[in-house]
């Protein structure tokens, strides 16, 4: 892996709360940012737009059918891309609760409440209802102080790629509504809280 794709696997803590970035979110990270630096996108030759040997993996994993001709068009990777990133981030021990869906906007509405933060930290996981309508998700890489974030986006629009439909790093500020409305940052790193099993009652004790 090239050095400029390492990041800080033990940051310091969060500033906007007391606990760290989960390690599979920032895997996750250093995977999405492992693909930019390969170049992973879709339509290349011999592929129709949103297909490839790794996007059509990523939208498999999210149990999109797609059609057997590889020429043929796909469909958006977005969230795709971003969930397969946590699957394969995944350790004993620590499962990914990122939703499996094809379509941002039903990942938020099935993002589980104990995942989700109060605003950006790196690993991070941003949707936004975009002013069309469709969903946008984006992992945050850096959240910088006026409010503004560099994230990490699937079959994104950004410095590495001005076409679209690959592995793009792009600098915003979710307070432009240009963007759309976020929705919310998601660590899903972050595993769930023990259940409460309350103590059996012997049958020859009281309440």
């Not at 390690?23 to 930019?36: D, G, K, N, T, V």
């Not at 020429?71 to 499962?95: I, K």
Request: proline share 11%.
């Amino acid at each position: 892996m090239s050095p400029d794709v390492e990041i800080d696997t033990k940051p310091d803590k969060d500033p906007m709360t007391s606990d760290q970035p989960s390690p599979l979110s920032l895997r996750a990270l250093q995977f999405s940012r492992f693909m930019i630096f390969k170049g992973i996108r879709g339509g290349m030759p011999g592929w129709g737009r949103c297909r490839g040997t790794e996007v059509d993996a990523y939208l498999r994993s999210v149990d999109v059918a797609l059609p057997p001709t590889p020429s043929v068009e796909g469909a958006p990777w977005g969230w795709a891309g971003l969930f397969f990133a946590h699957q394969e981030s995944e350790r004993p021990g620590e499962a990914s609760s990122c939703p499996k869906t094809a379509s941002a906007l039903e990942a938020a509405e099935l993002a589980p409440e104990w995942c989700k933060l109060p605003g950006p930290r790196q690993g991070a996981v941003g949707i936004l209802r975009q002013p069309d309508g469709t969903g946008r998700a984006a992992q945050c890489e850096v959240a910088f102080p006026d409010g503004s974030v560099a994230t990490v986006e699937g079959d994104g629009i950004g410095e590495e790629s001005h076409a679209g439909d690959a592995w793009a790093r792009v600098t915003w500020n979710p307070a432009d509504w240009k963007w759309g409305t976020l929705l919310g940052w998601w660590d899903f790193g972050i595993q769930a809280p023990p259940v409460a099993v309350k103590p059996a009652v012997a049958e020859n004790e009281g309440p």
